[in-house]
């Protein structure tokens, strides 16, 4: 490899492995230790996308609530008031007031009767007694609160990855750190070194310049990496649902691999649950429709006060009674409704097996993934130990003049590659582990 290339590896390997979480660090807060469990319960209290499902579960219910109106009574009353001249209308008033007399009679009176008024006050009661079509609509709505409970505990495991995932972001940035760090030490011993050298002809001004370079591409890079930790924070604050612009610091590189998940995908996977209780409630949707071709019976009673004086109460009387109706055509509405219920039921069925298949097509590439990563983690730890034992001899030769600078700021980039790679594999092997566990778990939702 030529000088150039090595002379940009470093920052070259720096800036893609912190291209994700680039930005200007502005200030220098404070840092605060944050374990992955208070990482994880806050975020679990406090995320949006979890209260949004505690809010999902909550209109589910209360639209669950408003179908109780299949079985409980209807009540109302009302005060109409109404003048007229209308010779049926006026001794119809009267008639209902109770106050006809003999002289009301007259066919004078009969025919051209004066402005005659009634204020009536009614108590109408209406009784849902068999309903079918309701019945299944009212357990359709009782399958959505499960629904959404299974949605919200999808989201609970969604989010305790999206922790774990942050978290070992924060590791692998405070990590990267202290491999620049220790690049940008070395380059400092080198740069003092090869400035006396320099300075006693010893060595020529490139490379001097050579090794100028190498340290402030370092340094650059050891900016962007502690603005890594600060995003990284963020993004933790974010899942918290706390303020941004705190600094955590967290444990060491922890490891899942006792947590890495099943070997197979769990039926009782939460979101395939939500899927089946909702193919569920579209059965139940389709039997509601098929009911409603049945007839209905409901009850109904009302009580009415008329008075030719307001708030007057002067006659009451009663009506009660029972209504059987049966809708027998409804231009075809009811059919077509069942025929698109009926197909959005089979997509749901579709879109279910389609989502096991893409599940179990990343279950496959995660254990491959895994078997990869575990490779790399034993070849960069060997080349680690490769590396650091030739920039020793280098740094040895270094000084007895025997090396120039390139060979060594080429051993150091190297070294620092290594490190990164060794760190970056770590997190994959990590954070594949926790996919595998999130990929592979099991519903506690009963």
């Known amino acids: 490899m030529s000088r150039k290339k090595y002379l940009t590896t470093l920052a070259l390997t720096a800036m893609s492995f912190f ?62 008031g109404m003048r007229t001249n209308n010779p049926l209308n006026a001794f119809g008033f009267k008639l209902q007031q109770q106050s006809i007399t003999a002289a009301d009679f007259n066919p004078a009176l009969l025919n051209k009767p004066g402005g005659t008024s009634d204020f009536t006050t009614s108590l109408m009661i209406q009784q849902p007694l068999v309903n079918m079509d309701l019945v299944y609509q009212r357990k359709g709505a009782e399958k959505q609160i499960e629904i959404y409970a299974y949605k919200k505990q999808r989201t609970q495991e969604y989010i305790r990855f999206e922790v774990k995932k942050a978290y070992l972001g924060l590791q692998v940035s405070y990590k990267a750190v202290a491999v620049v760090e220790e690049a940008v030490s070395t380059l400092k011993a080198v740069l003092s070194f090869t400035d006396n050298h320099y300075r006693q002809g010893l060595v020529q001004k490139s490379d001097l310049l050579n090794v100028q370079v ?67 409630a579209s059965d139940l949707m389709i039997r509601s429709g098929k009911m409603s071709y049945l007839p209905k019976l409901n009850a109904f009673g009302a009580y009415q006060l008329n008075d030719s004086r307001l708030l007057g109460f002067g006659a009451g009387a009663y009506l009660a009674g029972i209504r059987v109706s049966w809708d027998i055509f409804k231009g075809n509405s009811t059919k077509n409704s069942i025929t698109t219920q009926t197909l959005e039921r089979n997509k749901l069925n579709t879109q279910l097996e389609q989502q096991k298949e893409q599940s179990n097509t990343e279950l496959a590439k995660a254990k491959r993934d895994l078997s990869d990563i575990q490779f790399e983690i034993t070849q960069y730890t060997k080349a680690i130990e490769q590396a650091n034992e030739s920039l020793r001899i280098l740094q040895n030769r270094y000084e007895q003049g025997l090396v120039n600078t390139t060979d060594i700021m080429m051993a150091t980039s190297q070294l620092s590659q290594q490190k990164l790679a060794l760190a970056q594999a770590v997190y994959n092997k990590n954070l594949t582990e926790a996919y595998l566990q999130f990929i592979t778990t099991s519903s506690t939702t009963k």
């Open 214 to 280: 190498q340290l402030a591409t370092a340094e650059n890079n050891l900016a962007k990496a502690k603005s890594a930790i600060r995003n990284a924070s963020d993004y933790l604050s974010l899942l918290m649902g706390t303020a941004s612009g705190k600094i955590y610091t967290g444990s060491d590189m922890i490891s899942t691999n006792e947590e890495a998940g099943a070997s197979e995908l769990s039926a009782t996977r939460s979101d395939f649950v939500a899927m089946k209780k909702a193919i569920e």
């Open 19 to 80: 291209y994700p979480f680039a930005h200007t660090l502005q200030a220098q807060e404070k840092t605060r230790e944050l374990s992955l469990e208070e990482a994880t319960t806050n975020a679990l209290t406090n995320n949006r996308s979890v209260q949004l499902a505690n809010a999902d579960i909550s209109i589910a219910a209360a639209n669950y609530k408003q179908t109780e109106a299949i079985y409980l009574p209807q009540i109302g009353i009302s005060l109409t």
